[in-house]
């Protein structure tokens, strides 16, 4: 599988920004999905956002899709999360991770993980 890693996470403020990303490795082949996940304690994993490789479709979870902006530079093998208008919720391990087929929002589905990356978001 592509290794990942993820960084940008931090300390901010509700109302602030933030902008994560996930750096592969090498780069994916043609049908791979690359996704954010975040995770609080005793919470399962849950969907955040995704893109695909070969057409840069965008898929997002509802509480987010008008704050948070998905993208990709190919070039640099590096997926990015922008995350405006951070609120207390949205704070969490974010997780990057990779799947070589179609779009799911199912963490277990997923057969690469980064490490994680912490964002706080105070009130």
């Known amino acids: 599988q592509v290794r990942l890693v993820e960084s940008g996470g931090g300390l901010v403020q509700a109302g602030e920004s933030l902008r994560l990303s996930c750096a592969a490795s090498r780069r994916t082949f043609s049908g791979y999905v690359t996704a954010w996940f975040r995770q609080t304690p005793g919470k399962e994993r849950e969907f955040v956002a995704a893109?695909?490789?070969?057409?840069?479709?965008?898929y997002y979870e509802d509480s987010v899709k008008d704050r948070f902006t998905i993208s990709r530079d190919n070039a640099k093998n590096t997926v990015y999360l922008q995350m405006n208008s951070l609120k207390p919720e949205d704070t969490a391990v974010y997780y990057c991770a990779a799947r070589g087929a179609t779009m799911t929002r199912d963490p277990s589905s997923f057969a690469s993980w980064g490490q994680g990356t912490q964002v706080t978001v105070s009130s």
């Open positions: 893109i695909t490789w070969s057409g840069g479709v965008t």
